[in-house]
């Protein structure tokens, strides 16, 4: 029997991939951790800003996932014609899913913007909380073109087995976020004047608007690849849409349990949304660090599976459900030592501090589950199994986490509610992907 040849799931490939996916992939979620810590540090009107901003922020990272499967999409054609060596039959696919989404994102932006009112007060929010709400999130939505279309770029390289070039966009737009966060919110005397939430809004879109200059001149410069949209539709194309269209139901699904819980958690108070925006930051801030080895899973998985390296594609599971779990189990270590502290970076009213506290051992308890669940989910991505995963996260949100959500808000556990609901979520999920891969791929032939 030939010896196994794992160089392509070697933890020096992994990491090639994962590490720089890491860093690109929590600069979104920092621009909105940023935006929070700021705003919920301004003396007039914090707790009221800072639900807004957690409210809004929730809401634009449900469009943002949901619009932006076709870069999984991508990512995994692109990744599995590099494995069968195959590359230039998706020439012309790259150009077409960029135009596609830049149509996408203006009509998504050209319905939500004039309907923020009515989307916010679906959330529970009134009185300042709406309309905080409201101006801060008609300026962010600009930015809906610029993210769909440097996510999109972002999964053509994840595909060519690069993470690198997301990761210097991203720094680069973080960086631009909190200096103009500081400078826009809080103003310079005689020179800018403070803008406050407004500020923050303006702060995100010039960050977005950076990243999306710096992912074209790599795309042009470092990519065999054009944007000289073909009038004949790839063959890849409609395969294409199908996948994104499951998992854009996949991730409907899963943005639904996120409205829920922050709808409730408005419903609950203006303290308990302000301490769920921090919450909910926080788990999406962990979520998308995990997410580095599941990006990892997805370029390389779908590679495998092009070059139909079966035994590789078992071993990589492994090694990356290994590193995952260590990662998440550091993350917690880190939040248990500093746990007093966390909250008060974000806000210094003394009740949304406490309510913080009373929940925030859940999210680091889900912590390692998560890992499981976002690397499988990863992998899956990368395989093409848009369609379980679509399955998968309908059952996990209607029958596991709206059941536990509705049990325990019955009993008044309201934060608790909340995230035990969210730990019965990520249960099912992490299940479902383990078993399902096990069966499919632990003694598949080569």
Known sequence: MAKLD?????FKNINRIAIPAIIAGIAEPLISL???????????????????????????????WILAQTKTAISAKVSQHLGANRLHAVKTLVPQTIVFNLLLSLFIYGITAPLATFIFSAYNAK???????????????????????????FGVFRGLQNTSWAMKCSLSGAVVNVLLDYLLVYGIEGYIPAMHLEGAAYASLAAQTTMLIMALWFFFKKTPFHLKPSLKLNPEFKPLLVMAANLFL?????????????????????????????????????????????????????KLL??????????????ISKYAVLIALILMAICGIFYNQIGILFNKDEVVLALFASAFWIVLLMQSINAIAFMFDGIFKGLGEAAYLRNLLLVATFLGFTPALLISDYFGLKLYAIWIAFLVWML???????????????????
């Open 428 to 446: 099912i999920r992490a299940s479902g992907l383990v078993i399902k891969f096990r069966r499919k791929y632990l003694n598949k032939d080569v």
């Open 250 to 302: 996949r991730t409907l699904s899963l943005n639904i349990a996120i409205m829920l819980a922050n709808a409730y958690a408005t419903d609950y108070g203006e303290n308990y949304i302000a301490a769920q925006s921090i919450l909910m930051n926080i788990w999406l801030f962990f979520s998308f660090f995990i997410d580095g080895y599941a990006n990892a899973g997805n370029a390389i998985g779908g």
């Open 306 to 319: 092009g070059a139909k390296d079966y035994k590789n594609l078992w071993e990589l599971s492994k090694k």
């Open 127 to 153: 009185g300042l909380i709406l309309e905080y709400s409201v101006s801060y999130y008609q300026i962010r939505a600009i930015g809906f073109p610029l993210t769909l279309l440097t996510f999109t770029i």
């Open 34 to 64: 940023t935006d929070i810590a700021v705003i919920g540090n301004v003396e007039s009107n914090s707790v009221e800003a800072l639900a807004a901003a957690g409210i809004v922020g929730s809401f634009l990272s449900a469009v943002i």
């Open 6 to 10: 794992t160089s392509a799931v070697s």
